[in-house]
């Protein structure tokens, strides 16, 4: 058992905010930024995120060991989303595998220690980097235009998941055809040293469709629509615990000098999630631990293999005991919850708007009849959807579209009060990443 205590947010330890290098809060305003991946377009800044290449004989070898995927057809120029896992069948690692040869793989997640504790641990015959890359996210309706009038490289062609490299302004990129909004998207990555010219080329190319830049205020919110449950934010990376101690001592004697001059120095020793916030008030900090199966991404585990947490996550697969899904929190309690810092009584701890602005796994009681049936997380409100949302993990036999519930709002020692919330799917927003763009219409300027 890990006491949580140490990790609740502002009294055990000082929560971590969005970094400077995340980009600023707004740009147009983020109400208006919302707008743009259901009218328009935006175009996200994720150079940020940590990333780690392994090339030898080993690579594959390492991955198909640490991973719940299945890696037969994973030809190259493919990426895949990878998930890893300790023994107990809960996530330590998931993010994006780009394989660049036969022998090379590119790993960008928000946990990249786990990957080289193993690779260096367990004696693989790989060679291991930590480049640095510009990330951006062109998503929307009109991205395909955007992105059809800033390089002359066809794209129609290529199918989700999918590279292929091309040219901007003389500048070698590879574009990856992904869609974290749940639309059409692709991912324009390249040496961290064209960053400026690239989101320049960006700019002008979507400026006659409405393209938008997205702000740190607001960059959760497409995850949440398109439910993208995301580590340190919607669960706790699983690397947390006393079983990891020589995780932990390991990193402390081999933190990578990339790394350390990064300015996610901190939380790249040893984990991205370090604090949790909410009326959750559990004994264990596993508690907070989410396998792959109840956040919706059973269909990725193949059991053709072994690998941690196997044994676990077949018998969860044959028994789920909670799901994924979507709350739609009552807006005339979320219009309460604000009233009550003018009105006499108590004074419940607020909703940031859209979002609160931490890098925090914000944790809230889901309830039925009175007995706690599961986790609501890190709510925010979708100005497309005028409603104040929530990727949530309940027990299956109320995973219901249309269950109503309750949330337990306010951290425990302060005012507290219920939340009537409603069930709905995840994902909320209809998901449009795979559409054939062969068959998409040319948008005129």
């Known amino acids: 058992m890990t006491d949580p205590a140490p990790f609740r947010a502002f009294t055990g330890i000082a929560p971590v905010g969005y970094f400077p290098v995340m980009g600023p809060p707004e740009h147009s305003g983020w109400m208006d930024e919302q707008l743009s991946w259901h009218t328009d377009c935006y175009v996200g800044d994720w150079s940020f995120v940590p990333q780690i290449r392994f090339k030898g004989p080993d690579a594959l070898k390492l991955f198909r060991d640490l991973s719940v995927n299945d890696f037969v057809n994973f030809p190259v120029g493919k990426a895949k989303h990878v998930i890893q896992c300790n023994d107990d069948g809960k996530v330590i690692s998931e993010g994006i595998l780009l394989r660049h040869a036969e022998d090379d793989f590119e790993y960008q997640v928000g946990t990249p220690q786990w990957s080289l504790y193993n690779a260096r641990k367990g004696g ?13 996210q062109v998503s929307g309706p009109k991205a395909l235009a955007v992105i ?24 070698d990129v590879t574009f990856l055809r992904q869609g974290m909004a749940g639309e059409i998207g692709f991912e324009i990555q390249g040496p961290i040293e064209n960053h400026g010219k690239v989101l320049e080329a960006i700019l002008e190319a979507g400026k006659d469709f409405g393209i938008r830049r997205l702000g740190t205020r607001t960059f959760m919110i497409n995850h949440l629509e ?28 081999n933190l990578p000098p ?20 909410g009326s959750w008030d559990g004994d264990d900090l596993k508690e907070l631990y989410r396998s792959p ?19 676990a996550l077949e018998k969860e697969a044959a028994h789920p005991r909670r799901q994924v899904v979507t709350l739609e929190f009552n807006s005339e309690d979320v219009k309460r919850i604000h009233a009550s810092l003018y009105a006499d009584g108590p004074v419940y701890q607020q909703f940031d708007l859209p979002e609160v602005q931490l890098v925090c796994n914000w944790v809230d009681w889901i ?42 709002w306010g951290k425990p020692g302060t005012p ?30």
């Open 124 to 136: 693989y015959d790989v060679e291991v980097s930590f480049p640095l890359t510009h990330k951006f």
């Open 148 to 171: 059809e009038k800033l390089t002359e490289t066809g794209l129609r062609d290529v199918k989700f998941m999918n590279t292929r490299q091309g040219v901007i302004n003389d500048i």
């Open 226 to 253: 398109a439910c993208y449950p995301t580590g340190a934010m919607h669960f706790f990376n699983a690397l947390s615990d006393e079983s990891k101690a020589d995780y932990h001592k390991f990193m402390d004697e």
């Open 258 to 277: 990339e790394w350390v001059e990064s300015p996610f120095n901190g939380p790249l020793r040893h984990n991205f999630s370090t604090s949790f916030d």
């Open 293 to 311: 199966i109840e956040m919706g991404w059973g269909r990725n585990i193949a059991f053709d293999h072994d690998f941690p947490g196997r044994e």
């Open 367 to 408: 309830l039925k009849d009175g007995k706690k049936i599961g986790h609501a997380t890190h709510p925010g409100y979708s100005r497309w959807f005028r409603k104040t949302l929530a990727l949530s993990f309940i027990d299956t036999e109320y995973a219901e579209p249309g269950t109503e519930v309750t949330v337990l």
């Open 416 to 445: 507290q009060t219920e939340i009537r919330a409603t069930v709905a799917p995840a994902p909320y927003k209809k998901d449009s990443r795979r559409r054939d763009l062969s068959q998409e219409p040319a948008l005129a300027v």
